[in-house]
């Protein structure tokens, strides 16, 4: 009998001899790293020694392949010229799409520009696309590509000339220390500033525009008059859900719906992502294979599955088109495209080996996507699901079985396989939903398994044959269907969402350990055998780590709003201000926003005091010029803790020993998070700013004060 060690070796053995045609699958995994490393560094590197080291690892990894080197050499030199090119293609790509940022303007000024697209809309009020032609107080080269701009009143549609009298600023810096980047996402798609309107929106007489911004406007035209004519069919409510769903424009949403979905666990449908796309891609392959099947004679001269497979691909471009082609649809079509590609090479579609290359693909054209929660969700689903259908057994077909028996069987087998994939994804998208969302919808899988009939065989094949015929007046049956499938759905998110725990908050774990979940989960799916479950506790990394204690106080970017904690509860010092920030912050620390007590606090018309050193540590100045020597004297008195917004040029003495933050601070760092360094009698703090986490990055500069003088 052989000795323990033996039979481990042999057990060991068996387990690599497995892996032998899956170690390519981890040369994505590389580039992501690379990609990911890049992201996360806190200056801004030169090109070329980038440039250099993935050319010699390259080369090393070539050289070795050329000499006939082993696999214990091959293997690691790969994976290290897949980091060094995804660190270089991560620079190359910032370089390529590097724009404008538009300084924040002390005054309003007068945008003069052609309406690209309409955006969703904002709490204040409907948002577009702007290419601005002039910007007052802006020389030509220092003109933002794109803007974002809330306006007032009805959205102009796109095509239009506009000129706005706003308030312009760069894009919006984080909420608080390691949130969601805005800036960083509008950098890579040419978005250089948000403009706030202050005025109704006029008409202007421009230049005309080039080809390419007149081809974006028209396709987004119709892209637009196509969500109108679905709204106006299906109503504003189903509508509103139809045309996000069809054409990306979420002009329509009810919020309160929106809420629903999201508690849910249904928000995914609203986003045009991987889901929308193999559902219209799988419809189109599948009826026009089954149309060629029921047609003998071009049955027998073409290849059915090639035409639909190019039918497919005909029908992923066109929904990327209509859709306004976002980053999670591009990646989405670039996954599905080259599932139908691997069927025009007499490949299988649906492979690890495939959804490999669609990575690599993904990554090489938008490295930026691998610090994106849609990109990470998406193929990390992907790859599960994929896994499950490797790992699933093969049933031997049934031979002259009676229907009846058919059918009980096929549905058994159909509805096991339905709940466990909607576990095996949720399971690998769970921790990044708790890191970057701070939210888990308990009943998500319920909710999603009701869903997915309706969504997938009734809304969407309904939606894409009304969207194709709608033009020619011959939709309204179709998207009739498709409103009473929405309505159905919103019952099924309304009954979920309304359960008791619906909804828990996650506070977020340190930023190292998404990574190991990420590689975790990785692990468990591209490792074949059983010792691909050794990925599990790592995995599960987000869920099983320990939280770090929540800071003391919170103070908003530009210091209009603040909140400090107290027994897990945040007092938040001006309730409904900037609310998505205090939302933000409060999920990523695991808080509850409270208002601060009537009693032993008060406030003026810029300022927040407490009357009580218990009532709070923090007194608030928001107003745009700086306060009086009496009102600092009073503010510096009140609390340890003084946050004006406007820059404070010189201190009274009884600010002494007090912790006093201003414009210039906020204009420095951004939004600041306080932890108490000590006794509270020694007023010491512990700062994390915003602008530290970030680092001096092409996307986090900013090129003007904000404040005059």
Known sequence: ?????????????????????????????????????????????????????????????????????????????????????????????????????????????????????????????????????????????????????????AAPEPGQAVRLFAILNPPPAPASPGAYDFGRNAFFQSMGGVAFGLGEVRPAFLPEPPWSLRAAMWVNGVRYDLAKRIVARQGERAGGVAAAMTTGHEAWLDPADVDVMRDSGLAHILSISGLHMAVVGGFAFFLVRLLVAAWPWLALRVPGKKVAAWAGLVAVGTYLVVSGHPPPAERAAITASIAFIAILLD?????????????????????????????????????????????????????????????????????????????????ATGPFAMQHFNRTAMYGLAANLATAPVSDFLIMPALALGALLEPLGLGAPFLWLAARGIELMLAIGAWTASLPGAVRTVASAPDYVLPIAFLGVLFCCLWRGRLRWIGLPFAAAVMIWPRPPAPDLWIGDGGTNAAWVVAGQAVVARPGVRQFAVDVWSRRRGVTPIEPPEENWTCTRFSCAPAAPAAGPLALWWGRRAPSAEQLDALCRAAPVVSVRAPVPVLPASCEGRLVLDGIDYARGGAVELWRDGPAAANRWRAVWSAEVRGDRPWSRITATPFPG
């Not at 039979?7 to 068996?14: I, K, N, P, S, T």
């Not at 070795?64 to 980091?83: D, E, H, N």
């Not at 107080?137 to 933002?144: S, V």
């Not at 896994?387 to 093969?394: F, N, T, Y």
């Open 347 to 427: 490949r299988q579609a649906i492979t690890m080996h495939a959804l490999a290359v669609a990575a690599f693909v993904v990554l090489l054209l938008q490295p930026e996507a691998i610090v994106t929660p849609g990109f990470q969700m998406s193929f990390a689903a992907t790859a599960a699901l994929v896994a499950l259908v490797e790992a699933w057994p093969s049933r031997p077909r049934e031979i002259s079985a009676p229907l009846p028996i058919l059918i009980v069987q096929r549905t058994g087998a159909w509805i096991g396989a339905a709940i466990l994939a909607s576990l095996v994804a949720g399971a």
């Open 1 to 153: 009998m052989p000795s323990l060690r033996a039979r481990l070796a042999g057990f060991l053995q068996a387990q690599w001899a497995l892996q032998a045609l899956r170690w390519r699958l981890w040369a994505p995994v590389a580039l992501g790293g690379g990609c990911a490393v890049y992201f996360s560094l806190k200056t801004e590197p030169a090109a070329w020694p980038l440039l250099a080291g993935a050319t010699l690892a390259a080369a090393a990894w070539l050289g070795a392949r050329r000499l006939q080197r082993s696999r214990m050499w091959t293997l690691p030199l790969m994976l290290l010229a897949c980091f060094a090119l995804g660190i270089a293609v991560a620079k190359l790509r910032t370089d390529a799409v590097a724009a404008p940022i538009a300084p924040a303007m002390s005054e309003p000024t007068v945008v003069e520009g052609w309406v690209v697209d309409v955006d969703s809309p904002g709490a204040a009020g409907p948002r577009v696309v702007i290419a601005p032609v002039r910007i007052d107080g802006l020389a030509p080269e220092d003109t933002p590509v794109r803007l974002r701009a809330t306006v007032r009143g």
